[in-house]
């Protein structure tokens, strides 16, 4: 009792060393305390309130105190067992002093004050009072709740108290630990040039604008304030809303502040045993099954046992050694597995750069004023990685359709759709109800709803779009898995496909016209979107979270504004099959190649970077230049690598760089890697339970991270991409081992 004393005497000497930082957001000192709400707390206090003790005759004090060890009921393993002080009866007078003294310099948050319930009120009056005699379990609600810190000016606004504490609470009278996350929206006095410059310090220099009503679980809401507080479980999230409302209405009155907040019931939580519904236990036994399957396969394999071909398509095995092989197969574009890594490196660090600003940092402003350096453009310009993707499909379906329509002079595009929905939905069905049915259950934390649960009940409505590959169309706010849009546009871009290939192949003059005028409109539409829209996709500096969301609603996310890069990449497929083996290119011609496309790229990332200074004002010519001609440029880059590699005309580093054997492998995991990160990116960030400090290589490179990111692709790769596609090729195979026996036995 006498360590605890003094350690509680010893952090009222902390606080009240902290005392003047909360003048930032109120205009009083510690007259201010002395409210309503602090008399009722302190109202069955017996002491008398004359007597004047320092705190160092009160530290001194307490080495009077002596206490029989036996009966030291507060002991390492029996924290709750009592729902009161057991000392209180003896150290009556000194813990009401105590305590009083404590709640003068950090005051306790009042569940109870304002327009809340009966039932909230009651247990309210309970912590008070418990409190008041320091009791176990109201101190810990009392600590769990979020105080001012030091740092503000700094970006530490965020403040996620003490999560576990909080709910690990169990008190008097059936009270349990409820933690809620509340949204402040801090407003200064504009006519305040003091108060608007504080204003932007404290919201690190707006790297984004947001408002209590904007979705916040696909992009932060950063210009909102993040505050916990611990409250009886009996309080809903109006309760909740309305007393800390009361509270911040007596700080903020005739100042230049005015604080807005909003309290959404599924940011409330409290500890539930965990127990898995049960969609989460059939898709866990599918999973399974699945993982069963593939040592079953592995088995019979290596034991040579003979089996069906389906049990073998999962075999553990076979599908290890694909994964892992590095030979090439026939016709192979070897440079393409170069440019498909180094783009989905590129994804990763800035994908991780947009949910780094979920976290709470103690020197975010410092984070924001960095990324905000020109060079970091390299991590902005998101969007603009998902092009040579989108360009490298486009290469591919017209490389491989015009190779079969050269042997065979017809395509079966019966087929080629089974094949695509083969290679695409497997993997995609696995993530959509692993993260929809497992994952909200598998951990905690203050921000767990917003970005993990919140995914999942909108998969839960939605998840039929998805399967559909329309997903893409009902609002960016609105997709089950959002970042899984790309896979929508690509599926849709593969459904006109043959159109174009066929059109090309057979009419080239006339389908190249026509490929040309789509394209150009295709430009056309981005162009107009961004300026008549006043969007833009790269995210500048005071872009609102509303603008991103009408950015991929009415461009990014549409095939429509996509085409352009896709119809580049049909030509290029096109063009690789009909030049000649022997095509050699000039010293000239390669010269002026490598020029020309080094050139753009370097004229792309400057572009770009001016728009991602903190003090840039955003122009709609800038984003809709960027928009229409930045995707053709980047990938006209690649393009040349392609075709100067292909053909043999170049050897040079990044000619044999992105040949390496080596990106094989990662392209057979690059599906997996694309539709695990985010889901992986987010269970940390919903984890997250202290604020940290930023440090670029630590959070931005996350190698712990990365590694899982490798592990859960190859999981999903080896349970679920390979396997399928075996089962694929046997299914497609078939027919024509039929037709051939057939054959063969006429001719006998």
Known sequence: ????????????????????????????????????????????????????????????????????????????????????????????????????????????????????????????????????????????????????????????????????????????????????????????????????????????????????????????????????????????????????????????????????????????????????????????????????????????????????????????????????????????????????????????????????????????????????????????????????????????????????????GSLNIRNEYFSRLMRLVPTLGALVLFCTHVLPYVSSGPQWNLVVSHHANICKKTWWRNFLFIHNYFGFENMCLTHTHHVGIDMQLFAVSPLMVLLLYKRPKIGALVLVIVASISTIMRFYAMYTRHLNNYIYFGTSIRELFDTANYSYTLPSHRLTVYIIGIFMGYLLRNLPKDFKMSSTTLYAGWTVSTVLVVMIFAWASKMGLIDYVYNPIDAAIYNAFAPIGWCTFFLWVIVTQHTGNSNGFLSRFFSWRGFLITTRLSYAVYLTQFPIFFFNVGRTRAAMEYDIIGYIVNFKEILWIVIMSMILTLLFDTPFQNIKNHLLRKPVQKNVETKSSKVE
């Not at 176990?136 to 606004?157: F, Q, R």
């Not at 009503?213 to 809401?221: A, K, L, N, Q, S």
């Not at 402003?365 to 990685?385: C, D, F, N």
Request: charged share 20%; with cysteine.
């Open 1 to 408: 009792m006498r360590t605890f004393l003094r350690t509680w005497a010893i952090l009222g000497l902390i606080g009240l060393s902290r005392a003047s930082e909360v003048s930032v957001l109120t205009p009083g000192n510690f007259g201010t305390f002395e409210e309503e709400e602090i008399l009722r707390m302190l109202a069955r206090n017996k002491t008398d309130t004359t007597k004047n003790y320092t705190f160092v005759e009160l530290i001194s004090s307490l080495g009077n105190y002596t206490l029989d060890t036996d009966k030291d009921i507060w002991s390492i393993g029996r924290p709750e067992v009592h729902h009161t002080n057991p000392h209180y009866e003896v150290f009556s007078e000194k813990i009401d002093f105590e305590a009083r003294r404590l709640l003068q310099i950090l005051p306790a948050y009042d569940p109870g004050a304002g327009r809340v319930s009966a039932e909230c009120k009651r247990h309210s009056d309970i912590f008070h009072q418990e409190l008041a005699k320091f009791t176990l379990w109201a101190l810990k609600m009392y600590d769990a709740t979020a105080k001012v810190p030091s740092g503000l000016l700094s970006g530490n606004v965020n403040q996620f108290g003490d999560f576990d504490e909080c709910v690990g609470v169990e008190g008097k009278d059936g009270i349990r630990g409820q933690y809620c996350l509340a949204y402040l929206k801090l407003d200064v006095d504009q006519s305040r040039p003091d108060l608007k410059y504080l204003h932007r310090l404290l919201h690190s220099h707006y790297a984004f604008r947001s408002n209590l009503t904007d979705e916040g679980h696909r992009v932060p809401r950063f210009n909102t304030i993040n505050w916990a507080v611990c409250t009886p479980a009996s309080c809903t999230a109006e309760d909740v809303k309305n007393s800390l409302q009361h509270a911040i209405a007596k700080y903020t009155a005739q100042t230049g502040f005015k604080i807005t907040l909003q309290v959404e019931e599924s940011m409330c939580q409290v500890k539930e045993e965990f127990v898995l519904p049960k969609a989460g236990i059939v898709i866990s036994l599918l999973i399974a099954t699945v993982f069963v399957l593939t040592l079953v396969g592995a088995y019979y394999d290596h034991h040579r046992i003979p089996a069906s071909e389906l049990l073998l398509s999962f075999s553990l095995k076979r599908n290890l050694q694909k994964l892992m092989s590095l030979k090439r197969p026939q016709g192979d574009i070897a440079s393409l597995h170069g440019i498909r890594f180094l783009n989905s490196i590129m994804l990763i660090v800035s994908h991780k750069s947009m949910a780094v600003f979920y976290d709470p940092y103690i020197n975010r402003t410092y984070m924001t004023e960095l990324s905000g350096k020109p060079w970091t453009v390299i991590a902005r310009a998101a969007s603009l990685y998902t092009d040579p993707f989108i360009m490298m499909s486009g290469l591919l379906t017209a490389y491989s359709f015009i190779g079969r329509l050269q042997r065979s």
